[in-house]
């Protein structure tokens, strides 16, 4: 080897040594970060040290998550791994794809086998239990179904409609199945999807609430009936936090206030606090601003109205369903909202305590299939 390349690659070895000192005196002196306000989770601390843990190999497992998630100007290095990768023309990062026009869309991964079905078991339990009870059931497909056309070339959503259609196919009972999908599908021109999070938008929300009428037995209002407003222009959604796609344009936030509002009481039951809106503003100053609904998930949440025709509604669901609730309440005296995710009480209990005769179960499909509360619904079913 020349003396010049000893020379070149001594010192480039000097400086790197450097460079890792550098770092690791600047992160041992910086205090270590809870929150990546970018990625919307929670970060890493430093692993408390015992022989146990080390010997079992978790102290080091951890040990590394915290270095990394810890790193000196992680959020910099990450959106430059974002864009090294969007210009050697990646288009997908940790389950998400980057398509058209700036749509970050999820990618579907099939539920495993024998699960689907489980689900489907305890559906079907709950509902021979409850005879009374008028059922009705709505699975919504996300982006990825419906705007296809966004998706790269060599991605698809027809898995997604595969499995939702074996869902539709599947032995209901009384329960009775609305398809949204020719809603979301005449009008996918319109901005139904979020384009940084895996939501429907209030649009596609509404979209959805009229479906419901006729089934559910009522009549929905029309857009001139709400006053539609943005809130926000500045959402960087789920999506956007999963993939570290970055350089996106955020997405905006509209409310439906109705032109002729009614008197609206929230409890949320576990909690054992009360609002007089399902609207939680200040939230729209936070990383995840669609929590602007109900505050996020809950495991029950109880809406009072001033609907005086007494008809009370269970809802069964996801976070989809948040912005397509306040929709539903012109039409109902009181709905109660059960997320099964975090709600520990008995579902056929509640309905008979509460003498509900109506109820809607609504997922967004990948929810439905990666979610295993869902069997849930039927444990208190003989």
């Not at 790197?16 to 270590?32: C, Q, R, W, Y």
């Not at 959020?75 to 974002?82: M, R």
């Not at 959402?235 to 993939?243: A, I, N, T, V």
Request: aromatic content about 12%; proline content about 5%; hydrophobic content about 35%.
């Amino acid at each position: 080897m020349k003396k010049y390349d000893q020379v070149y690659y001594r010192a480039l070895a000097i400086l790197l040594l450097m460079f890792t000192g550098a770092v690791l005196v600047i992160n041992s002196l910086t205090p270590g970060k809870v929150l990546s306000e970018s990625e919307n989770r929670m970060l890493q601390q430093l692993p408390a040290f015992s022989l146990q843990t080390l010997g079992s190999g978790k102290f080091a497992l951890e040990f590394e998550a915290y270095i990394a998630d810890q790193f000196m100007e992680r959020d910099f290095w990450i959106g430059l791994k974002s864009d090294a990768d969007q210009r050697l023309g990646k288009k997908e990062s940790n389950g998400v794809y980057i398509g058209k026009d700036g749509y970050l869309i999820q990618k579907f991964s099939p539920p495993e086998k024998g699960d689907l079905e489980d689900k489907m078991k305890a559906v079907q339990a709950f509902d021979q239990a409850t005879p009374g009870l008028r059922k009705h059931m709505m699975l919504v497909p996300t982006a990825a179904a419906v705007l296809e056309d966004k998706l790269p070339p060599y991605a698809s959503g027809g898995g997604e409609r595969v499995y939702w259609d074996k869902i539709k196919a599947s032995d209901l009972g009384d329960i009775q199945w609305i398809d949204v999908s020719p809603a979301l599908e005449a009008n996918k021109e319109q901005p139904i999807y979020y384009k940084t999070d895996h939501h429907w938008t209030t649009k596609g929300a509404f979209l959805a609430y009229r479906e419901l009428g006729a089934p559910m037995g009522f009549t929905p209002k029309h857009e001139a009936d709400f006053n539609i407003h943005q809130v926000t222009s500045q959402f960087y959604g789920s999506l956007y936090s999963k993939s570290g796609f970055r350089h996106l344009q955020p997405d905006s936030i509209e409310l439906y206030d109705p032109k002729t509002p009614g008197n609206i009481s929230v409890d949320y039951v576990d909690e054992q606090q009360s609002a007089d809106s399902m609207y939680v503003m200040e939230n729209l100053t936070k990383k995840d601003k669609y929590t602007v609904f109900f505050n996020g998930n809950h495991g029950l949440i109880r809406i009072t109205t001033g609907n005086p025709d007494g008809r009370r509604l269970l809802i069964v669901k996801d976070s989809y369903a948040n912005s397509l609730i306040p929709f539903l309440t012109t039409h109902f005296s009181e709905i109660d909202v059960i997320d099964l995710r975090y709600y520990e009480g008995d579902v056929l209990k509640l309905t008979e305590d509460r003498q509900i005769r109506d109820m809607l179960i609504l997922y967004n499909i990948i929810t439905f299939f990666e979610d295993p509360s869902i069997k849930s619904i039927a444990d208190s079913v003989e």
